[in-house]
């Protein structure tokens, strides 16, 4: 069982910073990429940041230069950090590993934390 756990959403004013963290837990094998996805209303979920396990990071346009995806090995937790937040970035996100196991690969989903930015 591998569990995510999201926290570190809020409201916050156009401008501001939030950071989001993703604790891991559970008997998770080779891990391929740790990732940030956020869903709003009406729409589809999508891929926000991604780290590999070679120290690769991928960004959305959209928040490319404001987003910084990060790892802290010793607690095993991922981090985003959210400058310069727009109303646009308002939506759910949430924490996603892509892992290998006995050749087989999983994703787990931690169940999210919302971020509302206002305007």
């Known amino acids: 069982q591998v569990h995510l756990v999201e926290s570190g959403g809020g409201l916050v004013q156009a401008g501001g910073s939030l950071r989001l963290s993703c604790a891991a837990s559970?008997?998770?094998?080779?891990?391929?990429?740790r990732a940030w996805y956020r869903q709003a209303p009406g729409k589809q979920r999508e891929l926000v940041a991604a780290?590999?396990?070679?120290?690769?990071?991928n960004y959305e346009d959209s928040v490319k230069g404001r987003f910084t995806i990060s790892r802290e090995y010793a607690k095993d937790t991922l981090y985003l950090q959210m400058n310069s937040l727009k109303p646009e970035d308002t939506a759910r996100y949430y924490c996603n590993i892509n892992w290998t196991r006995y050749f087989q690969t999983y994703n787990s989903w931690g169940q999210g934390t919302q971020v509302t930015v206002s305007s």
């Open positions: 780290l590999s396990s070679d120290g690769r990071t």
């Open positions: 559970g008997d998770i094998g080779r891990i391929n990429t």
